[in-house]
């Protein structure tokens, strides 16, 4: 402080109060006040330095992932019809599955989910921060909000820290006064509706199974199944993805989730019906 | 043992013959024994990396944490014997850090702060699953300049039953059975799997159950296995149980020393 | 050869083909390197090494800890090399570049026996092993006590990777050499008897050993003189040991993995070898 004497000493204690106020701060809302670097350490550098691939195994940020989401029509007046989400629940730092019983669906709100794809600490956070968003406009304006709204939120919040390290591939999947609507967001601020979509490292082996067997109109049991038989064939052959496979089917009144499935006995199950043999059998 | 990790079979084989082609240019113009390495020592490095190991378990009334309590400065030298890296928050809250142990002081400090206050707010101790969310949101809060730390809570939740929560080091938190963190985690955690969550066994098998006398012996072997074949664990086994209803018990058991 | 030179040649990938040493998958490894692939890492013998030399003989002795990274590779690897009968060579570094020098250096030094019939000297095998890791200027990775008792008495030398050479009463190298020394430098005399040498090494080691994590699991003694050379080891001090035995055994009965699938294959013997030998 310019001009100090020591008289200024007696206001000591008064910092010390303020001091200790600001270690045990908590962050106002909408407002995180996320620690930088130094001047001049650029974070995405610093990032790859420390907890890039040549980091130590526990240092590394959890990621990788397959998720898809659809949207059917019944095809009898039995079915509900609505969305399918289903997501596989393998965790990895590199090559080392950190987890394998991560729950990759996150709620927002009574009728709707976000899916976790790319850096898992950033879904997890930013998720949670618009579902609060959700939770504070509902109560706000007395309505339900649209899919379309909360994941603008999300984007634009994503855009905001465009360029910074972030690592979000999410899909908002609901339903709204609009009817079932799915969402892509990721963290390049990029943001687009669709009917069927995947995201993650095996997002191409799941799209291969949703185009070839997705129908827009389908009963019930037949688009879980398609849930489950896309996400098993893309934890096989797609080693960034596994364990099991997490399920959730949003339908005009309810959001059902349904048990967690093996993804290996998933693959004995569809075995059978492919007739293929399990056991790797030598030619003589 | 030498092979290349990392470059993955693909499809489009001249493309990536393309790509390696045009690396193998670059390199031969500019050889790393000109130039990379002296920039890699320019680089800032605020981190330390102090070795060991910490696992937590938990079962159907109890929660069981344990960690060496060597400490070590470049994987190499031993800096002490009996370093403390569990932490006894509250009554029902263990919190275990591997790492950086500067981040893991100023961790557990915050987290001390924050529980403090809490009690002066609300006369009650935090619940484990309170602390969990806030432990995850706090490192999250240090998103662009992270704690170098792989937490561990732990303890015994509202309704009796032991939880452990893991986090990766910007707080990607999740609550399983089982968790290890630190340098034996890749041996430790595949032995836990094997035999806490009995992966292997087959379905009609008869699988023991998880009793504190063997999850208590699990720990101990485990941590046993670690320090025959990872050079930064061992000296001493602190072992801290917490039984619902009953006060937090901490032990001390020997490694091996070298 | 000019730098430029060097340049040229290890980027045609023409360098020492058919020599002792192959360049050609420097700028390779590289390029795969810079394409996203992590390299293999060494076996380094993060190691602790000691030699004391006494009236009339010398001790060496070597822990047995070999380590990849992080992980213990080998709990009973054997550092002590034997180069002739009356000279011995410790080695701490690259497990692979040891083991390749130290047999480059017996054999020299009996073709050298034969071709003169005497002992070879320890000053001989100290200048072949430095002339030879000069010439790589330190890239190979091998760090040497060499040790030995010839005609002209008890001799113990340092090799350093880069060719640097130094003679020592008594000295210690490798990753646990900080904490062995502080016990030779505190207890060393001139002219010990053959049992004080002894202890002495095995005290260093252990403290080595126990303050350092690279080194452990157990320890080899050789101790030299005119007229003999004996062999000790592996000695486990007692901190090496496990403290306590497991709590639970793991033996999985019959039954608890699942078979997929069954089959039988059945063979004729045509023939049969003996390949015990």
Known sequence: MWGETFDDFENDEVEMVNAKKNLMIEPAHNDFTFQGLPLGIQPVDFMKTHFGATAGKSMQFRKGTTTLAFVYEPATPNDKGGIIVAVDSRASSGEYISSKSVMKILDIGDRMVATMAGGAADCQFWTRTVAKYCTLYELREKTNITVSAASKYFANVLYGYKGQGLSVGSMVAGYDKKGPQIFKVDSEGDRCSLKVCSVGSGSLNAYGILDNHFKPKMTDEEARKLGLRAIMHA??????????????????????????MDVSKLWYEFAGEISRDIAYEPVE | MACFNGITASADATNQMHSFKQAMREVSAK?????ARHIERQRWNPYSMEGGSTCAISGDNFAIVASDTRMTANDINILTRDAEK?????DSIILTTSGFYGDVLQLTKVLQSRLHKYRFDYRADMSVDLCAELLSRNLYYRRFFPYYTGAILAGIDEHGKGAVFSYDPIGCIERLGYSASGAAEPMIIPFLDCQIGHVTLDEGYEKPALTMERAISLMKDSFRGAAEREISTGDKIH????????????KFLPLRED | MASTDVKNTVSHMEMDRGGAFDFSNCIRNQAMCKMGATAPTLTSTGTTIVAVSYKGGLVMGADSRATAGNIVADKHCEKVHKLTESIYACGAGTAADLDQVTKMLSGNLRLLE???????????????????????????????????????????????????TMAFPFTAQGSGSYAAITILERDFKVDMTKEEAES???????????????????LNVVIIEPNETVFKGPIVPEFCKRPEPNDLSYKFQPGATKVLKNKVYKYDIVESMDISH
């Open chain 2, 86 to 90: 569990i932490q006894v928050l509250n």
């Open chain 2, 239 to 250: 072992l801290v149980i917490a039984e619902a209803g009953k006060p937090i018990v901490q």
């Open chain 3, 200 to 218: 002495l090494v095995q005290r260093a080691l252990e403290a080595g050993m126990h303050g350092d994590n690279a080194s452990g699991n157990s």
């Open chain 1, 235 to 260: 934890t096989y052959r797609d080693s960034g993805s596994g364990g099991v496979c997490n399920l959730c089917h949003i339908t005009p009144t309810e959001k059902i989730r349904l048990p967690p």
């Open chain 2, 31 to 35: 050889p790393d024994w000109l130039s």
């Open chain 3, 114 to 164: 034969l071709n003169t019939g005497r002992k070879a000297r320890v000053i001989t095998a100290l200048r072949q092993a430095k002339q030879h890791l000069f010439n790589y200027r330190g890239y190979i990775g091998a760090y040497l006590l060499i040790g030995g008792v010839d005609p002209t008495g008890p001799h113990l030398y340092m090799c350093s990777a880069n060719g640097t």
